[in-house]
């Protein structure tokens, strides 16, 4: 191999900003290249794909990718986003969120989008918790981790998030972990192919945070922890819930069509006044 | 940008500039062919090199796996490949139940 060739990933990002923020061993990166590998499986124009993220280490993402990116206010992001695909639905818009923006405060917004079906692909980096804030207790944090907001570990119930999306109307709904990456793969490829909401969980490790507070020492050591509690959600369905508890269940939780939002709101306009959603309204004479 | 690469190797080159020393691709390598190395570069890396290439099946879970792409491997060479803009998985490496 020639010593000019370069790594498949690096022509999608911005090389005078890497190495990147995040930590040694932090999933955020190797999603990065998850997402870059179904988007070329996908054969999808990385030029029309516009990213948009709220706040968080994993909503830095887009950042370091060479597409139009929106970075928002926290918990947002999908209502940018929601705006930014009815306003011009010929874009491939991609959300990169994190369990604590999806899911805290941006938990409304989340289920709303899942039930109106709009077509977005939500990828949710799931750390356990709120990395960038140093560490505090997020709705998927495990029942008993440790946080810096539970000294005596987490008292709470996680959320199931894609369960939770999956019943809230999405049309594709996975989850999978940095460790079974070529399932990663081919699951963000086919929820970029899904014409409506698709979301896919993605369970990672925050070595920093997470690993630090709950005793696991190395990237490895999480890595090795997420591997051995990851159960098949065929292998799930004919278990016993409490043969469940910890246990992290992949694969899919939807995969279907229906009615999607901005389709319902063209074929309205249409059938209302004759135009399809006008894209630019200030420009509506010129178009 | 000027990257140094670690070792002179024909499929796998590890970027020294980018790499931080993770160890993942150690973990995800099914083929373990890498190894650490006992001494740390000026940024306190330890860098993992590549021990046993002849092992290697090109099936560039690495390249994915690395969080900052430290890692190429030369895929197009692979003996699954149709032509060369396919890069994909070994479709005989998981069929999703491991
Ligand atoms: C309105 C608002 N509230 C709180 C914050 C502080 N804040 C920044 S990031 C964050 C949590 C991020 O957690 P998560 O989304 O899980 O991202 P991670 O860093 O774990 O990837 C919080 C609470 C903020 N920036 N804005
Ligand atoms: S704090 Fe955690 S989530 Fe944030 S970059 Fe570091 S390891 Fe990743
Ligand atoms: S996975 Fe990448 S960053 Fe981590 S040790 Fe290996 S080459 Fe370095
Ligand atoms: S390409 Fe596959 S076999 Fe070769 S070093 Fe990477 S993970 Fe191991
Ligand atoms: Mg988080």
């Known amino acids: 191999m020639s010593q000019e060739k370069q790594n498949r990933f690096l022509p999608y990002l911005r090389e005078d900003r890497l190495p990147h923020i995040f930590c040694p061993g932090c999933g955020n990166g190797a999603i990065i290249n998850a997402f870059l590998a179904a988007m070329e499986k996908a054969e999808m124009d990385f030029d029309n794909i516009a990213m948009v993220s709220g706040i968080g280490c994993s909503s830095r993402i887009p950042g370091y990718l060479k597409c139009d990116s929106l970075h928002t206010t926290h918990g947002r992001a999908l209502s940018f986003a929601t705006g930014l695909k009815t306003a011009n639905k010929d874009l491939d818009v991609v959300v990169f969120t994190g369990d604590g923006d999806a899911a805290s405060i941006g938990g409304n917004h989340l289920i709303h989008a899942a039930r109106r079906n709009i077509n977005l692909t939500v990828i949710c980096i799931n750390n356990n918790i709120y990395g960038m804030t140093g560490g505090q207790i997020s709705p998927t944090s495990p029942k008993g981790s440790f946080g810096t907001t539970a000294p005596y570990g987490n008292q709470d119930t996680p959320f199931k998030l894609a369960e939770l999306v999956a019943a809230a109307g999405a049309t594709y709904s996975a989850r999978w972990t940095t460790v079974q990456i070529e399932n990663l793969v081919t699951s963000i490829k086919d929820g970029l192919k899904n014409p409506g909401f698709s979301f896919i969980e993605v369970a990672t490790q925050c070595p920093t945070y997470y690993g630090r507070k709950n005793k696991l020492k190395t990237p490895t050591a999480m890595a090795a922890v997420m591997k051995a509690n990851t159960v098949f959600k065929s292998a799930a369905d004919r278990m016993r819930p409490r043969d469940l508890e910890g246990k992290i269940v992949v694969g899919e939780f939807a995969d279907y069509t229906k009615d999607e939002f901005t389709e319902s709101i063209d074929k309205l306009s249409v059938e209302k006044s004759g135009n399809r959603t006008i894209i630019n309204s200030a420009y509506e004479r010129e178009l | ?98």
């Open chain 2, 1 to 98: 940008m000027y990257h140094r690469i670690i070792g002179d190797f024909k499929l796998i080159i590890i970027d020294e500039d980018l790499c931080k020393g993770c160890h993942l691709c150690l973990f995800m390598c099914y083929k373990n062919v890498y190894a650490i190395s006992s001494e740390v570069n000026k940024k306190g890396v330890q860098l993992p090199f590549v021990k046993f290439e002849e092992r290697c099946t090109k099936c560039g879970t690495c390249e994915i796996a690395c969080p900052d792409q430290a890692i190429t491997v030369d895929l197009p060479e692979n003996w699954w490949m149709k032509d060369d803009n396919d890069i994909n998985f070994n479709p005989n490496f998981t069929k999703g139940d491991k």
